[in-house]
């Protein structure tokens, strides 16, 4: 009799700590796994956030726009406008809008990536915004399932949202976690007055 209570007990134990090693190994597998993904998509954000502080505009035409299909944000997609390079040092043109370059931040649903566009204005478009000379698209990151641009109010900053995984046409699992980078950019300046 107490040899079948002490093979009871040892069996009850033995269930338990293989429950904690499963346990702590799926832990330890999601932890990388979400590391990775981390480590993958922090300077895509880092890139993005890069580009709006360096934005600029005026009150009639901020430096930080969303494209004109956004209709309510967040949008997935952010207008930032570059401070423009003069063709010679000795005559700049900052105070002339319509000749500045755009970089554009686009997420595609049914792609799962974010994408970079540059567009070299030869010529104002509607308040002063690319003139639709958008370049080709840049895939910068795949398997990303959201990804949110919020301008504040005065555009001083943007909150951007990104989240992605290790395969983005799968369910989230212990191998396929959902990592989500939050992060508020502020911008250096809105004009350059």
Not at 100 to 126: F, H, K, Q
């Amino acid at each position: 009799m107490e040899l079948l209570v002490s093979i009871t007990l040892i069996g009850m134990i033995l269930v338990t700590l293989t429950a904690i090693d499963i346990a702590s190994r799926n832990f330890l597998k999601t932890s990388d796994y979400e590391a990775r993904i981390q480590n993958e998509i922090s300077p895509i954000v880092g890139m993005i956030a890069k580009n709006i502080t360096t934005a600029y505009g005026f009150t009639l035409s901020p430096g930080l726009v969303y494209p004109f299909s956004c209709i309510t944000p967040p949008c997935p997609e952010i207008e930032i406008r570059q401070l423009d390079n003069p063709s010679a040092p000795w005559v700049p043109s900052y105070e002339d809008y319509s000749d500045d370059d755009w970089v554009a931040y686009r997420y595609n649903s049914a792609t799962y990536t974010i994408a970079m566009e540059n567009c070299l204005n030869n010529g104002a478009g509607p308040l002063f915004r690319c003139n639709n000379n958008w370049g080709p698209q840049q895939i910068l990151a795949r398997n990303i399932t959201a990804c949110n641009f919020t301008i504040a109010p005065d555009a001083s900053g943007v909150f951007i949202s990104v989240t992605a995984m290790r395969n983005a046409t799968a369910g989230e699992s212990v191998t396929n976690p959902a990592v989500v980078l939050n992060t508020t950019v502020a911008a250096r300046a809105q004009s350059i007055h």
